[in-house]
């Protein structure tokens, strides 16, 4: 039987996961198109992107916090799919903060910097591609969560 607790505690990690999927999912396309219609447009691009990068870190912690919490109110008993889950969560969140958010950055550098919008094309490639693998790491995390 579930406690007042538990209940609480699924219905946060499952908001926070929810969170973490939709967070930063358009992001990468997003600034793909928008280096590709150039200014003025990209002006505004930071303003979209930055908050999107900021939400998807949160709700990764977030969500890594409350399937901790369950887990251990559960007795934190071996279940295989429940480990897989969390070290992908955990690559995924790894992945965001030293990779993810450095190609952001490169990104913003190249624009803010010389205004060269070529040159933030690149980075721009390698946030897609970055963003990809992490969006497999968060399907293998549900994999393991509904198959744990």
């Known amino acids: 039987m ?9 219905f946060l990690h499952v908001l926070f996961a929810a969170a973490w999927l939709g967070a930063a ?10 280096l590709a219609r150039g200014r003025p447009w990209v002006d505004a691009l930071a303003a979209r992107a930055a908050p999107a990068l900021g939400l998807d870190l949160g709700a990764g912690v977030g969500t890594i916090v409350t399937g901790l919490a369950v887990w ?20 995924r ?21 010389t205004g060269d919008l070529v040159a933030a094309d690149g980075p721009a490639r390698r946030l897609g591609m970055l963003a990809g693998i992490a969006h497999t790491l968060w399907l293998v995390a549900l994999a393991g969560m509904i198959f744990g």
Do not use: C, K, N, Y
């Not at 579930?2 to 699924?10: E, G, I, K, N, Q």
């Open 2 to 10: 579930r406690t007042p607790l538990l209940s609480a505690l699924l």
């Open 25 to 34: 999912l358009w992001m990468p396309g997003d600034v793909r198109r928008t």
């Open 93 to 113: 969140v790894i992945l965001t903060v030293v990779a993810i958010r450095p190609a952001w950055a490169a990104v913003q550098a190249a624009v803010a910097g």
């Open 72 to 91: 251990g109110v559960e007795g934190f008993g071996h279940r295989t799919g429940i480990e897989l889950g969390l070290a992908a969560s955990l690559a």
